[in-house]
């Protein structure tokens, strides 16, 4: 069981910066994988970002070279560095873990935060 609490959302004008935190307890021993994903209206569920045990970080194309992903493991928690907002960034950001024990795996969410960038 894991439990995934984030902070960090709110309104924002064009050109400027986020930060949002992800916070994890529990069994957050077996966690492989920390992932950022956002939905804005009318449109699905996409990965933003995303960072491995080992170091190893994917983003969205449309994000690279403004957001940063980064962990902290003695915490327990990942952070999303978010630059250069555009109003197209708008959307609610949902923390998400994988965890893997032996053959088992689960996924864990967050309760999502809405991010507003306005023009």
């Known amino acids: 069981q894991v439990q995934l609490v984030e902070s960090g959302g709110g309104l924002v004008q064009a050109g400027g910066s986020l930060s949002l935190s992800c916070a994890a307890s529990?069994?957050?021993?077996?966690?492989?994988?920390w992932r950022w994903y956002r939905q804005a209206p009318g449109n699905q569920r996409e990965l933003v970002a995303s960072?491995?045990?080992?170091?190893?970080?994917t983003y969205l194309d449309s994000v690279k070279g403004r957001f940063t992903i980064s962990r902290d493991n003695a915490k327990n928690t990942v952070t999303l560095q978010m630059d250069s907002l555009k109003p197209e960034d708008t959307g609610i950001y949902s923390c998400?873990?994988?965890?893997?024990?032996?053959?088992?795996?689960?996924?864990?969410w967050g309760q999502g935060i809405q991010v507003t960038v306005s023009s």
């Open positions: 998400n873990v994988h965890w893997a024990f032996l053959l088992t795996t689960r996924e864990y």
């Open positions: 529990g069994s957050v021993n077996r966690i492989d994988t």
């Open positions: 960072v491995t045990t080992g170091g190893s970080m």
